[in-house]
């Protein structure tokens, strides 16, 4: 039960949101620390059109990025395409609607996964993070609390970490593009091929079997585990086509190798709610049922995958 004084500060709040009414004016500037301007972060509206769209529309084209822009693990194809600024440096408004826009997610969803990234890899005094690494657009926090630079969704260890079904680990090469995507090694000329979650739990199982004998500093901690499931479910529970639900090798590739929509790709028909990837989640969960851990000062593997890639019929 609530206490009182929560209560209390609840109403409190409210008010003070309702008197100021921080929706009018989404970035309000607070106060200046260390020469940064303080923003104030803003939860958007849930976007009232969710229905099937085919995306990019006109005004999103693709361009490449130039050399000064940041990519990284995620969020390269909304970047190439304008749907959040083409340098890789964004704000939480920016990518929360980008999101919703360009892939239906619903809003609590998306909004969840970037506060996480932007409390521990970017800056948020500063209403900022670099999709890839270090930037001078997002200078470190006031009085550097998290070290002298803000590393980027890229940065090791916090969000991104070992056992990726895209990258490599950051400790045996580049952690951040997806050029040599472990998937197209087990799928090679099967671009037509349909990801369904069977396919998702055989590479994670082998994403740590293999990760775990190669990397000597492989890690695998509780944070880690979580999200790298629920990447995995976005996989298909996001980047399918629309109008198919599915979503083939050809499909991932676009986004993972090429970083740009596939040709007539359309958005989900509906949110892709937290209750839909949890779902995936969970089958996942319920497969490949590890525990935390991380290799010793020896380099051996400390997790135990009690059974091989799974190669049912339905996965082939
Ligand atoms: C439309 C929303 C998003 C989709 C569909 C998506 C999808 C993915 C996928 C498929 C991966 C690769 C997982 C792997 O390699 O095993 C990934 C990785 C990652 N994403 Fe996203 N993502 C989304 C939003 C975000 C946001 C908003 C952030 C942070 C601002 C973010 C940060 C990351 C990071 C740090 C990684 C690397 C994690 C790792 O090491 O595996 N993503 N994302």
């Not at 050399?67 to 964004?90: C, E, S, V």
């Not at 360009?102 to 890899?121: D, S």
């Not at 670099?130 to 657009?137: E, K, N, Q, R, T």
Request: hydrophobic share 40%.
């Amino acid at each position: 039960m609530r206490s009182l004084s929560s209560v209390f500060l609840l109403l409190l709040s409210s008010t003070w949101a309702a008197a100021l009414d921080i929706r009018a004016d989404p970035s309000p500037t607070t106060e200046v620390q260390d020469g940064q301007t303080g923003t104030l972060i803003v939860l958007p509206p849930q976007a009232t059109e969710t229905g099937l769209k085919q995306i990019p529309d006109a005004a999103h084209p693709f361009v490449a990025p130039g050399p000064d822009d940041q990519r990284g693990p995620a969020l390269n194809t909304l970047a190439n395409h304008g749907y959040i600024p083409r340098n890789g440096i964004a704000s939480f408004e920016e990518i929360s609607l980008a999101m919703m826009e360009a892939f239906n997610l619903e809003l609590m969803l998306g909004a969840n996964m970037l506060a996480n990234n932007i409390l521990t890899q970017g800056n948020p005094f500063a209403n900022k993070i670099s999709i890839g690494g270090v930037s001078p657009l997002v200078p470190p926090l006031p009085g550097q609390i998290d070290g002298p630079v803000t590393g980027g969704i890229a940065k090791h260890g916090r969000f991104e970490g070992d056992a990726s079904m895209t990258r490599a680990d950051a400790f045996i090469g580049d952690n951040r593009l997806a050029a040599a995507w472990k998937v197209w090694r087990q799928r090679p000329g099967r671009e037509q091929h349909r990801l369904q979650c069977c396919n998702l739990i055989g590479m994670k199982k082998q994403n740590i079997m293999m990760d775990q004998a190669a990397n000597p500093k492989f890690e695998f901690a509780a944070r880690r585990l979580n999200n790298a499931y629920a990447e995995a479910s976005l996989l298909i529970d996001v980047f399918a086509n629309g109008t198919t639900k599915q979503a083939t090798l050809s499909i991932i590739g676009s986004f993972f190798r090429n970083q740009t929509f596939p040709p007539n790709w359309f958005r989900a028909a509906s949110p892709v709610t937290g209750a839909i990837v949890a779902n995936t989640v969970s089958q996942i969960v319920a497969a490949i049922p590890v525990q935390p851990g991380r290799n010793n000062a020896q380099g051996v593997p400390a997790l135990r995958i009690t059974t091989g890639p799974r190669t049912s019929p339905a996965c082939l």
